[in-house]
């Protein structure tokens, strides 16, 4: 795969260093630290310019804009290194690897394309650019979301953050038990306690 590749290319140009598979490896676990920044810049851009809609103005942030380009970068590197990262540490393949891959590329991609239309259209003069910059960094920050959802998922399971708030039937079924159980324990030690304390009285 990838780090196949990225091994047999460094033995090619003949450096050591480079060729030794520990820097690859090394690159693909910054993946969960630096995947935090096209997240967030990415977000907080879209969200900026959504309120910039409903408010009708007709330029962009400079704050959006510039964090646009940020998350471009960053969003660029991240895709690498968590490429990375799923070939070196053997990530299990599937649907949930799959979509968090590709809507992170898709979404890197996208991001570097809304940034060179922002760079046309984000002074309002030229209208079509000027929405499609708006409108791109929102799509894009969408597809980061469904990505980091998807990246969640890998290392945390299925409905890690849901099924505290709504937990799954068994869960509901087993608690209500340990309750009812927990409850007739209770009562039922209260009459022998009861019972013991009459006997103590009645020697004494």
């Not at 090619?12 to 690859?24: F, K, M, Q, S, Y």
């Not at 409108?135 to 399971?157: D, E, P």
Request: net charge neutral; glycine share 10%.
């Amino acid at each position: 795969m990838l780090s196949d590749l990225s091994l047999q290319l460094s033995l090619l140009l003949g450096d050591e260093a480079v060729a030794d598979e520990r820097w690859w490896r090394f690159l693909g676990r910054l993946h969960p630290l630096i995947v935090h920044f096209p997240i967030g810049l990415a977000i907080a851009a879209a969200a900026v310019e959504f309120v910039n809609i409903i408010r009708r103005r007709r330029q962009a942030s400079p704050f959006a804009f510039t964090a646009t380009g940020f998350a471009a970068i960053a969003a660029c590197f991240a895709a690498w290194f968590g490429w990375l990262n799923a070939d070196f540490e053997g990530a299990t393949p599937g649907n949930t690897l799959f979509l968090h891959r590709w809507l992170g590329i898709v979404a890197a991609a996208g991001l570097v394309v809304v940034f060179f239309v922002g760079m046309v259209g984000r002074d309002g003069s030229r209208l079509k650019a000027f929405n499609g910059y708006r409108w791109g960094l929102i799509v894009c920050a969408v597809l980061v979301g469904l990505g980091s959802h998807f990246g969640g998922t890998m290392v945390y399971g299925n409905g890690y953050l849901t099924k505290v708030l709504f937990p799954p039937k068994a869960e509901k079924l087993a608690a209500t038990d340990a309750t009812a159980s927990n409850e007739s324990a209770t009562a039922s030690g209260a009459p022998a306690e009861a019972a013991g304390d009459d006997s103590k009285s009645s020697s004494t």
